[in-house]
């Protein structure tokens, strides 16, 4: 890869990247310090990272500094277990992007990884699979399940509404 | 065991009423009761306050069970059709099968909540330190060095450097001379001309000559002429021989580019002969080391510059691109 196809990559997925850390871990420096630390590793190993395929090199970078992250400061934990992240807080919710934001981050790190991936990003359960290191039918799994729990959550609040 | 007495025998009775004694115990306290009829009502009023096991139940134990993973992902058919749909992983089949459980109007509102799923993302959030991630001062300097220096270099050779270039070598590079010769005898219906060029350790043209040996036999009918081999004499460490080969030809006959720029002109009384010093040799190699060090350059830094030169058949260079990233220029060479 280029010095210009390097500072393309900046321009094309920079945003992207930023986005689904921050999605993530809701916390914007950290968020920063991961998009600027997979940069840094891109730019280090751009030799051999072909063009086409740094957006899921990045991804993956990203995706795997901020599960370091996440590890080491244990402010999360990585099961798939919805009872850690259930908690009740005050509905006050003025649309259902905001049901449904709210509803992300109470999912299962994991699940809401491989649907942010696959929503935001379009990528395949394949690609997915790449970026996480589980296997296509893991991820499969995981959307599904994250899938009908956002539309359980979602149906709970339109009933309450 | 202590043996019962009045101090103890409390503690047997409620092991009594709780059938807790053992048999031998049972025995013993019979025996004391015997001894002891008064305490007999006592235990009576033990097993008249025994409370019989209430039936009552609690009736909100679901709400305090908690769910096992397996218990949350449970996943009804219905389910799996509707985020199969909005996976776009369904099959005919399959959505067949949701057509039908869609005319529910209960299940159609479900699945209107399972569309509402997908996520959309935000694009107010950006990535707002973008310059941090640059590599500004590699581009700079690319810029700097190629799109300026390299950019002024070629251009300034395409206009004037390239004859500033080549005139730097004019002292070493003879001009064209053209040479005429006399016929002295023809020799046979093959004609020969030969030159020989002699060059100093500068590369300056130090002699030039031309020697005929042999010359003996004219070929009346075609009247071709035969001019023999002619040697360098010099003692000078470079030399350059030409030989051109003339085939048969009449008088008046004119042979150009028989041989790279030799133009030759055959009368019965003479032949000339028009060399042009092959200046383009020195022109096409400038070219060529210039193509290799972009390259060179293009692999250091690997940035886009590039220097493509085009070539004829005969290996001389036709046509010279350079591509940088902000321009690109070109030169024809018209050659004749």
Known sequence: MTINE????????SDHIYRFILKNIKNENTAQDIV????EKLWVNRKPVYFTKVKSYLFTTAYRTMIDIIRKQKRVSLTDDYSVFETHEENDYSDINEVLHAAIEKLPEIQRSVILLRDYEGYSYKEIADITNLNESQVKVYIYRARVYLKNYIGKIENLV | METINKHNYEAYFLDFTESNLSESDEQELIRFLAKNPSLKNELNNFEQFKIAPSDIKYTKKKELIKKTQAQHFEITEFEYLCVASIENDINETEK???KAELRNTKKQKAFEIFIETKLQANSDIRYL?????????FVLKHRIIVS????AAVLLFFIFGENMFLNSNNEKIIQPIAYKQNIIKPKNNISKISKTKLYDKNHTQQEQTSVIHNQTIKNSANNVLAFEDSEPRSNT???KELTVSIPEMKSGALISN???????????????????EPQKSTQDQFWKYAEKGVHIWKKLTKDDVELKNEYAKNGSINEVNFIASNFQFRKTFNRK
């Open chain 1, 6 to 13: 390097y500072n393309k990559s900046v321009e094309a997925y």
């Open chain 1, 36 to 39: 600027q630390d997979s940069y």
């Open chain 2, 96 to 98: 067949y099968q949701l």
């Open chain 2, 129 to 137: 330190l973008k310059d941090v991630l640059r590599r500004k001062y």
């Open chain 2, 148 to 151: 300026i220096a390299s950019a």
């Open chain 2, 237 to 239: 460490d470079l030399y």
């Open chain 2, 258 to 276: 028989i041989h790279n720029n030799i133009a030759i002109n055959y009368t019965p009384t003479s032949v000339a002969v028009n060399y042009d």
